[in-house]
Structures are given as structure tokens and as C-alpha cells.
């Protein structure tokens, strides 16, 4: 047995433990058959609905919160740098903290799984099934995203000289969701249009026309929460590597970047032709830029090494120091480019005009991508996060009523992508990255002891 996935199991899941989760989901269900209407079906309808509950509670929000507590409860109690020495591989140390660490969570959620899918299965087996994937699916995938945000925790809190904090990590999921949500629904972004396939995946009905085939929505949501979860435990898995001091392969975040693309345009395309879906696509990945910028640690050394590698054409040592904002930010310019080429769909509502302001809104993101490194590489990277988001904030905000306030919709585009005049956003964001990257390349290029002097 994986000795790692021992351990957390025989302290997580203790046979004290294991009573009393019994004896408290003995209550609940028991309180549900008491309440619940008095007729057979009635009491059915009870045990699933409560079933269900306890299933989201326990396998999707207890165990994640247990995945991502296994590493960093490891920080608190100095034995993270004891592990990162064992014997035990990257895979092994990933399943063996996932699952033992959200072992006694498992098996409350797996009981109220089994409630609900026999109250299910009454009514439709099929359906039955579907549901089970999904919601299987969906725990698998938090718990993994859990786990990796703590890593990325623990890896920027090494780089900036400070100890990792549940809430800090919490704090900057939540916080960095929101914000990544807000982008996607601004104007910049053409309001949604780069993750209406996640909003569809989410709230999907009857049937789903994906690339023009149209399939029923519980298999398809049920096999796409399935293919998230898988790459959400290989980022866990590649995460993982990188803190047992092993360097990972360039190929698996550009892959993710591709499926994300071709997903999230697959919903576009029947309605818009293949210019939306190329445009969608390119959306989407453009929102990981901005993840990327964030979650990776500030290190002017590989950035350095990058720098040289890459100058020197050394592409096969340059591509695994490569920052992991740059293939989104190349990928998402591809895919604009490409729409720019591409044949518009007859009757669609994508025009010309919203490419330009997609290529205008890459450069955005390469200007706010310099931004962040600005900040992070300062005199104190501590803050480098807080003070890189501030000032976006004002730069989009401020900028935006101070340019229409000046020249209307035109001097609003000199600060952000709008579509009122997306060549003025395109000059006017490949000016400003190149001001924001000259001024960050400034900070890399420092000593390490004058930059955080």
C-alpha cells in the first residue's frame, strides 16, 4: 500500500472518527425519513434529496478543503521539507495526500451518493449513471484544484520569503476566481463570449450542440466534468513534481490550453461558423494568461535563463524555463490571427470588428501581463500581487473615464479594448506593453540584493 496514502488514512479516518460520522449521518438520515411525507415515494424522495446534500458537503467542499489542508498542514507542522526527501514518487505522494487526506470525507459523501442514486435509478437507471459520473466528476476535480492551489501557495510563499496559509490560499482562490469571472464578463472580453461554453456546460438542459453535433446534456456535462477532473490531477501531479525538485516536460499545459480552446469554441461554432469559435477559443485562453501570470513564483533567475536560452536558440533548454504565461498568450494571438483569415459564417452576428478588438485585447493582456511582473519583481514582492491588481484596476477603470471623458468612445479605447475603436486599442496596448515590459525587464535584470533592498 502507498505509505503516504497509510498514513493520512489512519489519521484521518481513525476507527473514533469513523463512529462518530456514523452516528451523525445516522441522524441526519434519520431526521430526514422523519420528516419527509408519508407515503412511500415520499420517503424515497427524502433519503436521495438528503443523500444528495450530504454528498456536496462531504466529498465536494469537506474534501477539498482536507486536499489542500495536506500540504499546507504539513507546512504548519515543519514536515513538508522531511517529505519532499522521501523515496516516494511525484504520482504517489499526489494520490496518496488526495485521497488519504478526504478519506473519512469519501466515505460520508459515498453514502449519500448510494441514497441518491437509488432514489435516482427508480425513476430513469440511465440517468441514473449520468448523474453519479457527474457529481464523482465534480468532487474529483475541486479536490485536485484544491490541492494544486495550495501548492502554487506553497511555491509563491517559498519564492517570496514567507510561510503559506490556508487562508491566504483560500483567500487568493476565491479572490482570483472573481476577478478572472469579472474579466470574462467585461467589454474587453466581449462580455462572456470566452466561457459561454462553461456557463452551457453548467446549466445545460435537454441537449447540447457541440461543433454541430448535438448530443444529450447529462452525458455530456458527466464526460466533460470528467475530462476537467483529469486535467486538473495532472496540473496536481505536475505541481507536485516541481516540489519534489523534478522538472516537468513542456508539453501538458499547452495541451490543456489547446483542449480548452477547441471546448469552449465548440459551443460557438454552430451558431457563429468557425471565425467564433477560433475568436471563443482565443478568449478563454487569454484568461489563462492572467492565471498564469499570477500563480507562477517570481524568479528572475529562470526568467534570466529563459532569456538566454532563447536568445541563443536554444529552444530545447528554453522551453522548459518558459513562463507559463507565454503559451496562452501565444496561442490565444494564433487563434486571433486565424479568425482574422478565416470565412465568416453566413448570418452570424461576428464581425471583423470583434478580431480587431480580440488582437486589440491580446495586447492588453501582454501590457497587463508586464504590469504584474512590475509589481512582483519590486522591492516587495509580498505585495506584489495586491499592488499589480490595483493598479489595473486603475489603469482600466481611471483610464476609461478619463479617456471618455476626453474624446468619448475613441479616447476610452486608448486605455481598454473596447469595440467602439479597436485599431486605436491596438496601438494604443502595443505601445503601453512595450512601455510596461521595457520597465519590468528593468527590475528583472536587477541584483537580486538592490531588488529587494
Known amino acids: 500500500m502507498n505509505p503516504e496514502f497509510q498514513r493520512n488514512l489512519w489519521l484521518e479516518a481513525s476507527p473514533r472518527r469513523i463512529a462518530w460520522a456514523g452516528v451523525s449521518l445516522a441522524l441526519v438520515y434519520g431526521i430526514a425519513l422523519l420528516a419527509a411525507p408519508d407515503y412511500p415515494s415520499g420517503r424515497t424522495e427524502a433519503l436521495g434529496w438528503t443523500g444528495g446534500a450530504v454528498f456536496v458537503l ?9 486536499a489542500g489542508s495536506s500540504v499546507l498542514g504539513e507546512i504548519a507542522d515543519r514536515t513538508w521539507d522531511f517529505q519532499r526527501l522521501s523515496a516516494l514518487d511525484p504520482w504517489a505522494m499526489t494520490w496518496g495526500k488526495l485521497l488519504g487526506a478526504s478519506s473519512l470525507a ?51 510563499a517559498r519564492a517570496e520569503g514567507r510561510a503559506a496559509r490556508p487562508s491566504g490560499v483560500i483567500g487568493g482562490l476565491v479572490i482570483g476566481g472573481f476577478l478572472l469571472v469579472s474579466a470574462a464578463g467585461s467589454a474587453g472580453f466581449q462580455r462572456g463570449a470566452g466561457i ?19 448530443a444529450p446534456g447529462q452525458p455530456f456535462r ?7 477532473a483529469g486535467w486538473a490531477l495532472a496540473g496536481a501531479w505536475r505541481l507536485m513534481r516541481l516540489e519534489l525538485q523534478m522538472r516537468n516536460a513542456p508539453l501538458t499545459w499547452p495541451a490543456f490550453l489547446v483542449f480548452l480552446a477547441l471546448f469552449i469554441g465548440g459551443f460557438a461554432y454552430p451558431a457563429g461558423g468557425m471565425m ?33 536560452a532563447a536568445a541563443a536558440r536554444d529552444f530545447s533548454r528554453a522551453a522548459p ?30 464581425s471583423l ?15 497587463d501581463l508586464g504590469v504584474i511582473a512590475l509589481f512582483r519583481f519590486g522591492p516587495r514582492p509580498q505585495r506584489g500581487d495586491f499592488g499589480a491588481v490595483v493598479a489595473l484596476a486603475l489603469f482600466y477603470a481611471a483610464g476609461a473615464i478619463l479617456g471618455h471623458s476626453v474624446g468619448g468612445d475613441t479616447g476610452g479605447a486608448v486605455f481598454a479594448p473596447l469595440p467602439g475603436a479597436p485599431l486605436v486599442s491596438l496601438v494604443s496596448g502595443v505601445v503601453q506593453a512595450a512601455i510596461a515590459w521595457w520597465l519590468a525587464a528593468k527590475r528583472i535584470r536587477a541584483p537580486e540584493v538592490s531588488a529587494a533592498a
Open 222 to 228: 458527466a464526460l466533460a466534468l470528467t475530462a476537467f
Open 321 to 350: 524555463l518558459a513562463p507559463s504565461a507565454l503559451a496562452p498568450v501565444v496561442l490565444a494571438a494564433v487563434l486571433v490571427i486565424a479568425a482574422l483569415v478565416s470565412p465568416r459564417h453566413a448570418g452570424a452576428e461576428i
Open 353 to 367: 470588428q470583434d478580431v480587431w478588438q480580440a488582437l486589440a485585447l491580446i495586447a492588453f493582456v501582454v501590457r
Open 196 to 214: 459561454a461554453g462553461l456557463s452551457t456546460l453548467l446549466h445545460t438542459g435537454g441537449e447540447v450542440e457541440w461543433w454541430g453535433v448535438v
Open 58 to 66: 462531504c466529498a465536494w467542499i469537506w474534501a477539498a478543503r482536507a
Open 106 to 156: 469519501w466515505m460520508c459523501g459515498l453514502t449519500g451518493l448510494a441514497l441518491a442514486t437509488v432514489a435516482g435509478a427508480g425513476r430513469d437507471p440511465r440517468m441514473a449513471f449520468w448523474g453519479v459520473l457527474s457529481m464523482l466528476a465534480a468532487a474529483v476535480l475541486l479536490q485536485a484544484v484544491s490541492m494544486g492551489a495550495a501548492l502554487i501557495g506553497v511555491r509563491k
Open 276 to 308: 467564433a469559435a477560433l475568436l471563443a477559443g482565443a478568449l478563454a485562453v487569454a484568461l489563462c494568461a492572467y492565471a498564469a501570470g499570477f500563480a507562477e513564483p517570481a524568479d528572475r533567475v529562470r526568467l534570466r535563463q529563459f532569456a538566454g
